[in-house]
């Protein structure tokens, strides 16, 4: 008996195709499609062929969504498949991946922040009381892990570079446009205070790119922490470089967290009681009901360099002692 012949890439793809094809013509009702998607999601670790299973995921979704869509496969020319599982911050830098080609007239940018693992990349800019926020998501987050599910369960559909994503809260001066990056990356792009917010979520999710990762580099970074204690994010921000703040956060067991913040503006220190801090005299204010306890030193620089948490005024003190100080901050961007 002859053995059976292998098939050929381009005959899997024409196989493949006139599946979805059939698939699309027998259009089958929501319920099923949304059933589809979620044995799909569920058998991803069994690691079903790549090919197969991104076909099968976007020929679903293309139905629910009532509009052709063109199949996107891992054998696109000039495109590489992330790696499964790879997020875009895998390293311990805070990394922003995704920019804007596009912006409204009169907006400019005044905040920016990352962290390591599934931390969020968050970009704002501002004009006036009007809002625009890009921000990026990780599917290993198991709030963002079904996302593709709630926008295939949505009828407010909308396909941004050739993948469906979903508006929400659309009230004609705001809106919230969500979509899939790519098999690992939810992005929102969240409008406020705009005029015809919905076109302009759209047009500016059409010019958002990614492959080009900026730093989030402030003034500081956080040296040794307690035990227990790791870092979270870097949060940089202000409406010009002379106002421009850093303040970078580290999280713990049971929702303990500690926050560094170095900055133009002096902290409240009603109460407060000496304490060196750095080789000279800082300020200790101790815990509050609502309020952790703070310990503050003026810097040489003339700004201020706060650590706060919910923790002993010693180690406050270690952390701001530890903290690296950078005489150079990228701050030209803000309000740019």
Do not use: C
């Amino acid at each position: 008996m002859t053995p059976p012949r292998e098939l050929s890439e381009h005959e899997i793809e024409t196989l493949l195709r006139e599946s979805l094809d059939h698939l699309a013509a027998s259009a089958p009702d929501s319920n099923e499609v949304r059933n589809a998607l979620a044995r799909a999601v569920q058998e991803r670790p069994r690691r079903r062929p790549r090919l197969a299973l991104a076909g099968a995921i976007a020929a679903v979704v293309a139905i629910v969504a009532g509009i052709p869509l063109v199949t996107r496969t891992v054998m696109d020319s000039g495109e590489q498949a992330a790696a499964p599982g790879t997020t875009a911050s895998t390293s311990d830098k805070p990394v922003l991946q995704y920019a804007p080609g596009w912006l409204p007239d009169g907006f400019a940018e005044q905040y920016r922040a990352a962290g390591p693992g599934i931390v969020p990349q968050v970009r704002r800019w501002t004009a006036g009381p009007s809002e625009i926020v890009l921000s990026a998501y990780s599917t290993d987050d198991p709030e963002w892990s079904q996302t593709a599910l709630r926008i295939a369960a949505l009828r407010d559909q909308v396909v941004v570079h050739g993948r469906v994503g979903m508006v929400t809260g659309d009230t004609g001066a705001a809106a919230l446009l969500t979509w899939m990056a790519d098999d690992h990356h939810v992005l929102t792009a969240k409008i406020a205070g705009v005029p015809e917010a919905r076109r302009v979520a759209q047009r500016f999710a059409d010019s958002v790119s990614g492959g080009k990762s900026v730093l989030v580099r402030g003034e500081a970074r956080l040296g040794p922490l307690p035990a227990g204690l790791r870092e979270q994010s870097t949060v940089v921000q202000g409406t010009e470089p002379a106002t421009g703040s850093t303040e970078l956060t580290a999280a713990g067991p049971a929702g303990t967290v500690l926050r560094v913040g170095v900055g133009p503006g002096s902290p409240g220190l009603g109460g407060s009681t000496p304490v060196t801090v750095r080789g000279t005299e800082g300020r200790y204010v101790p815990q509050r009901e609502r309020d952790d306890a703070l310990v503050a030193v003026r810097l040489p620089s003339g700004r201020w360099l706060t650590v706060s948490g919910r923790q002993p005024r010693e180690t406050l003190t270690a952390v701001a002692d530890a903290v690296v100080l950078d005489p150079a901050p990228d701050y030209h961007w803000l309000g740019s």
